[in-house]
């Protein structure tokens, strides 16, 4: 008896960061952050493709295929998690819910790292493709 409780008592801990992760995931989810950041990339793609009109379209292609937003979405992740408690999680989700993600309006703290988070993920995006471009020659 006394080792199914030391089990759980080790396991609840994870249990509940876990509920709580979820939570800010499911707000990323309804926030449409991975789709954004994905549009985001894409048109930075576009652009650069119509600055390099030299390299086939093969390649652009290729390289929308890379995952870029990974970091992106765990700093996102992460501002939220710093300025939001669950029940503001939960209510933010519900507002979003009822009213779409226009209603969602951040605190100016909030918008200004949000903010901090997409340039630098933008620099990171333009990096990494003119990394890809010099690796494959161009």
């Known amino acids: 008896m006394m080792k199914k409780f030391l089990v759980l008592l080790f396991f609840l801990p994870i249990v509940v960061y876990s509920q709580k992760r979820d ?7 309804k926030m ?20 390099k009109p030299n390299i086939p379209a093969a390649v ?4 929308k295929k890379l995952h870029f937003n990974d970091v992106y979405l765990k700093e996102v992740k992460k501002v939220f998690q710093e300025n939001y408690t669950e029940a503001e999680v939960k209510d933010l989700m519900a507002t979003v ?12 703290a909030i918008t ?27």
């Open 23 to 29: 939570k800010y995931d499911q707000l990323l989810t």
């Open 97 to 108: 819910d009822k009213y779409g993600i226009n209603a969602y309006k951040p605190k100016p």
């Open 60 to 63: 652009w292609q290729d390289i």
């Open 112 to 138: 200004e790292k949000l903010y901090e988070v997409g340039k630098n993920f933008g620099k990171s995006v333009g990096i990494q493709i003119q990394n890809r471009l010099k690796k494959l020659g161009y």
């Open 32 to 51: 449409q952050i991975k789709q954004q950041s994905e549009m985001m990339v894409n048109s930075m793609i576009d652009a650069y493709a119509k600055q």
